[in-house]
T-cell receptor, first 113, second 110 residues
Framework: NAGVTQTPKFQVLKTGQSMTLQCAQDMNHNSMYWYRQDPGMGLRLIYYSASEGTTDKGEVPNGYNVSRLNKREFSLRLESAAPSQTSVYFC????????????FGNGTRLTVT | LAKTTQPISMDSYEGQEVNITCSHNNIATNDYITWYQQFPSQGPRFIIQGYKTKVTNEVASLFIPADRKSSTLSLPRVSLSDTAVYYCLVGDQAGTALIFGKGTTLSVSS
């Protein structure tokens, strides 16, 4: 099993460009999450999906949209990238049950110039 | 606001025991406490989880006092490879907004 797979690993965008970060898990998990990580800021929750067909905003949703395409896939879209969105983005998943731990991907490093 | 507060950084030497404390004054009755470890250029990974008293696994121990307003991650005899960022997470179940704090950067020297 691959676990949580994120693509691409690296991306450089110009201000105003759009792109979609892809995340897929093969563990049959119900819940999926998108976090961003900036130096000194820890992990901040952007959006999450408790189960297929539902999505909810996290701490820092502005400038992002998400799609829970099916149980396996949860994508994050930047419609008009800004330099403030330069960050490392992590996708995570878990079984939707009490206290199930999160399983993380290895991240997408995004630079917006 | 993050539910948890941890020291920003800690330093240690190989072979020492390291204790990292996390404060979570507003912990709810149904919340569990989970610790994650993150190496550079990798996603965080699960270390240990507990609800009350003490939990031990092959990697670490977790101590939780009766009032559950704090918890302490204990790493016995650390090595250089334990240099990482450690996050304490408080939450009741997956599928809800799980908010991380800023973590503790542990540096182990020889």
């Amino acid at each position: 099993n691959a676990g949580v797979t994120q693509t691409p690993k690296f991306q450089v965008l110009k201000t105003g460009q759009s792109m979609t970060l892809q995340c897929a898990q093969d563990m049959n998990h119900n819940s999926m999450y998108w976090y961003r990580q900036d130096p000194g800021m820890g992990l901040r929750l952007i959006y999450y999906s408790a189960s297929e067909g539902t999505t909810d905003k996290g701490e820092v949703p502005n400038g992002y949209n998400v799609s829970r395409l099916n149980k396996r896939e949860f994508s994050l879209r930047l419609e008009s990238a800004a330099p403030s969105q330069t960050s490392v983005y992590f996708c995570a998943s878990s079984v939707r049950s009490e206290n199930s731990p999160l399983h993380f991907g290895n991240g997408t490093r995004l630079t917006v110039t | 606001l993050a539910k948890t507060t941890q020291p920003i950084s800690m330093d240690s030497y190989e072979g020492q025991e390291v204790n990292i404390t996390c404060s979570h004054n507003n912990i709810a009755t149904n919340d569990y406490i989970t610790w994650y470890q993150q190496f550079p250029s990798q996603g965080p990974r699960f270390i240990i989880q507990g609800y009350k008293t003490k939990v031990t696994n092959e990697v670490a121990s977790l101590f939780i006092p009766a009032d559950r307003k704090s918890s302490t991650l204990s790493l016995p005899r650390v090595s250089l490879s334990d240099t990482a960022v450690y996050y304490c997470l408080v939450g009741d179940q997956a599928g809800t907004a799980l908010i991380f704090g800023k973590g503790t950067t542990l540096s182990v020297s020889s």
